[in-house]
């Protein structure tokens, strides 16, 4: 069935971005590797977002029992910086997070670095962004446990790392998705909050920069610190202390949103962050003459939707600033979600709320997950929508370089 083959392809293309992050490092990344000297981190998400869904990293071939539409499906990379990679790994965190939702309002508070620490996080990524998560964490936590704030007990939440904004700069914050209450230390209350907003956030900015810079300069001290090339100098106590001195004098931006009502809400909201990259595939224009148009939203006018136009060089340069360390947890939960404690404290918070005990999942199948979470039926045939997908073929990966000028085809289903 050749021809119904090729019509189904063709709809799953009209459907595609017409330029994909993977197309830009597939046409501009060879000159970009050849000219710098890239850490292995860069190299690495660089070869794995060329070569997903390519034949490259190999695959198997479908064919429908009722009508004979075959379809091809290449691998996956699974890698964490991949656009295309997301959408399950998403709705299977998601999925977890239901069983730990709480049937109460939700606060979304973000803590902003100031862009002045943003060379030192570059080359410290593992250690600042250690700062970062440590120095909000006490900080909630101590407002939580205080009384004079309306609360004075344990709270929980969930932190997400975000090193980007719209136009793919350094721009260093995390989201913090909080229930609007807390566990009193006994054990026995819920104490649910009756502000607007959860904590003052002018008093909540000066402790989040104390404790940062204490624990930046107790980093320094420690040797903890690396500072290569042009953040030579910041090796010298004088320079250094020029720039604690900087970050002393910056008013420290936390932002709070008023609550927003139910689990399902909250779900959502929390999905918007969690394993977002610095850009989708969707936001991307156009890829040709050596360039990058995108567009962004332009925060500081009314969120309105702009393009940009970037050399390929520096697009591919914004984009790596974002890649994390290896294994780098970038979705953190602290007080009663926190791993080690939300087996009692998180049953005690919901049974004081009245909420039901969490179901455990029951087992399933991939396709079966892909399905429930997404919708997506891998073995319905995606061309007569009746017949039944079966494997027929297997295809082998073979070796591909990253730096071979014909890139593998990308995938057709």
Request: proline letters at 5%.
């Amino acid at each position: 069935m050749p021809h119904a083959h090729a019509r189904a392809a063709g709809e799953e293309q009209k459907r595609r971005p017409r330029f994909e992050v993977a197309d830009i490092f597939r046409r501009y990344g060879p000159a970009y590797r050849a000219g710098r000297s890239l850490p292995l981190s860069h190299l690495k998400v660089m070869r794995a977002i060329e070569t997903c869904r390519t034949a490259a990293l190999g695959g198997h071939v479908d064919r429908c029992l009722s009508c004979g539409f075959e379809r091809i499906a290449y691998n996956s990379c699974r890698n964490r910086h991949c656009p295309k990679c997301q959408a399950l790994a998403k709705a299977e965190w998601l999925e977890r997070r239901k069983a730990e939702l709480l049937p109460t309002t939700y606060f979304h508070t973000v803590f902003t670095l100031p862009h002045e620490i943003n060379g030192v996080a570059q080359a410290n990524k593992r250690v600042v962004f250690d700062i970062l998560f440590k120095s909000v964490a006490e900080t909630l936590q101590e407002f939580a446990g205080d009384p004079r704030h309306g609360l004075g007990g344990k709270i929980g939440f969930t932190a997400v790392l975000h090193t980007w904004d719209q136009q793919l700069k350094q721009h260093v914050h995390l989201h913090c998705l909080i229930p609007a209450g807390v566990l009193s230390f006994d054990g026995r209350r819920w104490i649910a909050a009756r502000r607007t907003f959860l904590f003052p956030v002018k008093a909540m900015g000066k402790m989040f920069r104390g404790k940062f810079i204490a624990y930046l300069k107790n980093a320094f001290k420690g040797n903890k610190l690396i500072f290569p090339g042009k953040l030579a100098s910041f090796h010298t106590l004088g320079r250094f202390a020029g720039l604690v001195s900087q970050l002393w004098r910056k008013d420290w931006i936390v932002y709070s949103q008023p609550p927003f009502s139910g689990p399902e809400k909250t779900l959502d909201y929390l999905g918007r962050y969690t394993h977002r990259i610095a850009i989708s595939n969707n936001r991307i224009l156009s890829g040709a003459d050596g360039a990058v148009t995108f567009w962004y939203r332009d925060r500081r006018d009314h969120d309105k939707r702009k393009r940009m136009t970037l050399a390929a060089d520096e697009f591919i340069r914004r984009f790596l600033l974002h890649t994390l360390p290896k294994s780098y947890r970038r979705i953190r939960h602290f007080g009663v979600l926190a791993n080690r404690k939300k087996g009692a404290d998180l049953a005690r918070c919901r049974a004081l709320l009245g909420a039901q005990p969490a179901a455990r999942p029951p087992k399933m199948s991939a396709p079966e997950r892909l399905l429930l979470l997404t919708g997506i039926d891998l073995k319905q045939c995606p061309h007569c929508k009746s017949g039944a997908m079966v494997r027929i073929a297997q295809i082998d990966s073979h070796a591909w370089s990253a730096v071979d000028h014909q890139p593998p085809a990308r995938d057709s289903s």
